[in-house]
């Protein structure tokens, strides 16, 4: 019982001093000049706040109404708290998001160059699916006479409104992306939430909130949420369409719902459609399908859950076949790629075994390396093992029962990852390894499986371990810090 004492006081005392540790970093790194900050917590009401501030207004607003009709309605007090809780996870997120763009990033304004996306919704306004000024033509694809962007164009197709009324410079791509960050860390407490009230994790309300947390703060999601350039705003977008997916196949029980958030996710990344493996077995679990009933119990659904997948992977191979005239060029083998990647691209392709060493190793082995020139360690750019970036994931080893919707998060998650490993880049430029946001859904349920109603208090300490570690990830990562001698520092998705 002592040890237990001991565990929960250092957790609350960790807690508070990550909170500090991290505001007086922040403030310490503006220390020289005191104008500057001063400049800079206004511009970050001016330009930050106040264009928001009806819609943070409203959120403040949503969320005391539903604090207040739990108390007047007992019999729905549970789903209004819920609601609350995702509508404060919300607010909470987006603005330690904002604030993190402003004083730790310290970007806020799209990026010059990198983004693309705004320029390609411009362009389909226009009935083009070309860039006619690209920004730059860094991943572009060149082919006949004319610059692509290769990656499938869901944060096109979402910004398609704001270019419309206002043209490309009515979009500020991180305030796009943090909005859709911040909806992520919503979407997974209602998820934990949701797993709670089936009783399939033992977890209590505190722990989805420290879920919500992991991924919103504890894993690499903090960083590319701020970024706004091309290859990080496809990565957020995987995991709302992912996140929302599971969600609604929990509250409707509806596979073909669940398929149609993730077909719109496979406009985003293709091979999130993986994860449809996870939504069967949840669905599997929902309706107690077994052996002796699963072929009158099954067929419909996978058939109706089909038809959204289907009509996803038609749009993507008519979009190829319009930009290159074939259905199976998605022009990354064309592709303005910088470094090392030419060379991989051009001698073994999108997707090799050749690939797997070194995938393997950024994924789940590279750790800190010693940089003489600011004589500390540092990351580097090819990537780092998530295991350093997220530490909490390290219990996963504990995450053990024997039904289906488990054994489909597993599955799921080694499906997801198999591309990965013999994709011809690992993810750079990047802190940590990026394409871990594919598969974290399903590793996040299985996570919740491991508490015993309170969330152990190493557990929390891992969380916010990893919560510091992504911090000063979202510094070096904006800052462009001192990098090992040995990085080969290669940009792509």
Not at 389 to 407: I, M, S
Not at 480 to 486: G, N, Q, S, Y
Request: charged content about 15%; hydrophobic content about 55%.
């Amino acid at each position: 019982m002592r040890a237990l004492n001991f565990q929960e006081r250092l957790a609350r005392f960790t807690a508070w001093a990550v909170a500090a540790v991290i505001l007086l970093d922040t403030l310490s790194c503006h220390r020289s000049r005191p104008e500057a900050l001063l400049r800079l917590l206004e511009a970050f009401v001016r330009d930050g706040l106040l264009p928001d501030m009806a819609w943070i207004l409203v959120a403040m607003l949503t969320l005391a109404g539903l604090l207040w009709a739990s108390r007047c309605n007992p019999g729905r007090s549970d789903s209004l708290r819920t609601w609350a809780g995702a509508v404060g996870v919300f607010l909470c997120t987006w603005l330690l998001y904002l604030a993190s763009a402003y004083f730790v990033s310290m970007r806020w304004n799209t990026p010059k160059g990198n983004v693309y996306f705004p320029e390609l919704a411009a362009a389909f306004l226009q009935g083009r699916t070309y860039l006619e000024e690209a920004p730059s033509s860094r991943d572009l694809t060149f082919f006949q006479g004319r610059w692509f962007v290769a990656f499938p164009p869901l944060a096109s197709l979402l910004m398609l409104p704001q270019v419309a009324r206002g043209g490309v410079e009515a979009v500020n791509s991180i305030k796009f992306s943090i909005f859709f960050g911040s909806l992520n860390a919503a979407l997974v407490y209602l998820i934990l939430e949701s797993l709670r009230r089936r009783k399939w994790v033992q977890l209590d309300a505190r722990g989805s909130l420290w879920f919500a947390a992991l991924l919103g703060f504890g894993t690499v999601h903090w960083y590319i949420s701020l970024s706004g350039q091309v290859w990080y705003l496809s990565q957020v977008l995987t995991v709302t369409c992912a996140a929302l997916a599971i969600y609604l196949l929990l509250e409707t029980q509806a596979l073909w719902a669940a398929s149609l958030a993730l077909s719109m996710g496979m406009l985003a990344r293709p091979n999130i459609v993986l994860l449809w493996f996870f939504l069967l077995g949840i669905y599997i679990e929902l309706k107690s399908i077994n052996r002796a009933n699963a072929l009158q119990n099954l067929l419909r659904p996978l058939l109706l859950s089909a038809l959204p997948l289907g009509l996803a992977t038609g749009a993507l191979l008519w979009y190829n076949g319009i930009r290159f005239g074939n259905p199976l060029d998605f022009g990354y083998r064309a592709m303005n790629a910088g470094g090392v990647l030419r060379f991989d691209l051009a001698a073994y392709g999108q997707f090799s075994p050749h690939f797997l060493p070194r995938n393997f190793k950024i994924a789940f082995l590279a750790l800190p390396r010693w940089t003489p020139s600011c004589k500390c360690f540092a990351p580097s750019e090819d990537g780092m093992s998530i295991f350093v970036t997220t530490p909490v994931l390290l219990w996963l080893y504990k995450a053990r029962r024997n039904t289906a919707w488990v054994w489909s998060a597993w599955i799921s998650s080694l499906l997801l990852l198999l591309p990965l490993m013999l994709y011809f880049n690992t993810g750079s430029a990047q802190f940590g390894y990026r394409f871990l946001m594919d598969l974290i859904l399903p590793l996040l349920c299985l996570l919740a499986l491991v508490p015993r109603r309170r969330l152990p208090a190493m557990m929390r300490l891992l969380i916010l371990a990893g919560i510091l570690i992504n911090y000063f990830g979202v510094a070096w990562f904006s800052a462009h810090l001192p990098m090992p001698p040995d990085s080969s520092v290669f940009f792509s998705q």
